[in-house]
């Protein structure tokens, strides 16, 4: 039998704490009867614009906590708050190729390297785990104002030097706050708990048929037949109502291409997380089934052991478990460590360490593809990877996943000691 850790176990126990909701996982379509407060939606959305068109410029709660942060950014504040970047401090900004179907644009920055770029962080990716952007906006604010200042960045009761500001910068960071903007949007003025995007072309009519869950999307094992029958249904789905439902094709979405052009683009990122909410979990490769470092010939290429892929309770000898060398694994669990440690710090809440497939096996998620993709292609650049689940949920919300005030504060000191911490980890570990 496959082993997992006593603290795994509960977890798999308490599915309600993760991205998914109890009744989502199995591919159900139940969304908002959900028996809490429904005038509750936690903190409150942002009105107008805070950042003026660009002429003010965000900082982040880690350099003295400037920026008026009693409202969650909008979609628009994402923007204009880059815009306050560049004028403030220089910095490089682009636009992705591919338009959203409402026809936005994703925006993205670079900071640091000296041109070369190392860590990828994204945010936002499924529209209701409010303050994902927030956090990494906020979080490159603070490094370029301490950066700029000569400080260091405080976050809850964990301290960084301007000499670790400056090793952190080294990286060079690549970010996109915000990739699916239409879906965020769409969830800040309905307050209807939205995950997916807002693509409509599997829509059967309802409302909840629209859309697709872009962490179904990427093109790892994306296609059911590579599963178990027992879990198919379950890593993804096919149904255009499922929280799940993986699209029509892997990449089909706007927003997923965006995420592979950048990898494409920017060849030598080694780092990347995607940012979630909420499990209190730093997640690492594999998704797919149980991690093994001695048979390589167990992986996600090898059609033979489709009819067993994703059941984590079998042997992985006998049976099935996604291969990743035993040096691969020694580094992602030395960063994911040290990620957990300092966000346990920050705000004194307990975040977890496993990989990903303790949490629920899945399919066409964001940390799989980017780390699988040197695998595939061995021209590819090795990309270890992580999701990262912050916060610990709204009992009181008419969503869980929308954080009271003060949920919203302890989020941001967690993820962005979390993301300092990574990129002080990256440079200890390794960036070629």
């Known amino acids: 039998m496959k082993l997992l850790h006593a603290s795994n176990l509960l977890l798999l126990a308490g599915l309600g704490s993760s991205c998914l909701l109890p009744e989502e996982r199995a591919g159900g379509s139940i969304r908002r009867s959900l028996g809490r407060r429904q005038g509750n939606s936690g903190k409150a959305i942002g009105k107008g ?3 003026n068109s660009g002429s003010s410029f965000p900082r982040g709660i880690g350099s003295g906590n400037a920026t008026d942060m009693s409202t969650i950014l909008t979609v628009n504040e994402v923007t204009t708050g880059l815009q306050g970047l560049v004028k403030e401090y220089g910095i490089q900004t682009f636009t992705t190729p591919y338009k959203t179907y409402e026809g936005r644009t994703i925006q993205g920055a670079k900071i640091g390297g000296s041109g070369q770029y190392h860590v990828y962080l ?7 785990e409010r303050g994902s952007h927030d956090s990494v906006l906020y979080f490159i604010s603070d490094l370029l104002y301490a950066q700029k200042h000569g400080t260091g960045l405080t976050y809850g009761k964990k301290s ?5 500001v400056t090793k952190a910068l080294s990286t060079g960071i690549i970010v996109t706050p915000l990739i699916n903007p239409d879906g965020v949007n769409y969830d800040q003025t309905s307050n209807s708990c939205w995950r997916k995007n807002r693509n409509p072309k599997s ?20 296609d059911p037949s590579k599963w178990a029958s027992s879990v198919a249904s379950e890593v993804a789905s096919s149904s255009p109502s499922s929280e799940v439902f993986r699209g029509t094709a892997a990449f089909s979405e706007p927003e997923t291409q965006n995420m592979k052009y950048i990898l494409d683009t920017y060849t030598k990122i080694r780092w990347f997380i995607d940012l979630h909410s909420y499990a209190g979990d730093i997640l690492y490769s594999w ?3 149980t991690d093994q470092t001695t048979q390589s010939y167990k992986n996600f290429l090898n059609a033979t052991y489709n009819s067993v892929r994703g059941i984590t309770s079998d042997s992985t000898t006998s049976k099935y478990g996604e291969y990743i060398s035993a040096e691969d694994l020694s580094n992602v669990q030395t960063v994911g460590n040290r990620l957990g440690s300092v966000m346990n710090t ?5 975040y977890t360490v496993m990989q ?12 799989d593809y980017a780390f699988s993709r040197h695998i595939a292609d061995p021209t590819k650049n090795k990309v270890y990877s992580y999701t990262v689940e912050f916060g610990f949920g709204n009992s009181q919300a008419s969503c869980p996943f929308y954080p009271t005030d003060a949920q919203y504060t302890s989020n941001l000191q967690e993820t962005n000691a979390g993301f ?10 390794g960036l070629e």
């Not at 960084?160 to 670790?164: C, E």
């Not at 990903?356 to 940390?367: K, N, V």
């Not at 300092?420 to 570990?429: G, I, R, T």
């Open 203 to 222: 829509s059967t009519g309802s409302a909840s048929t629209i859309g697709v869950d872009l962490n179904r999307n990427f093109d790892f094992a994306w």
């Open 122 to 128: 994204n945010g936002g990716i499924h529209a209701r």
């Open 160 to 164: 960084y030097t301007n000499a670790d």
């Open 49 to 51: 614009d805070r950042f």
């Open 346 to 350: 920050a705000a004194g809440r307990k």
């Open 287 to 289: 998704g797919s089934d």
């Open 420 to 429: 300092m911490e990574f990129l002080l980890a990256a440079v200890d570990v």
């Open 356 to 367: 990903s497939a303790y949490l629920y096996p899945t399919s066409g998620a964001s940390d």
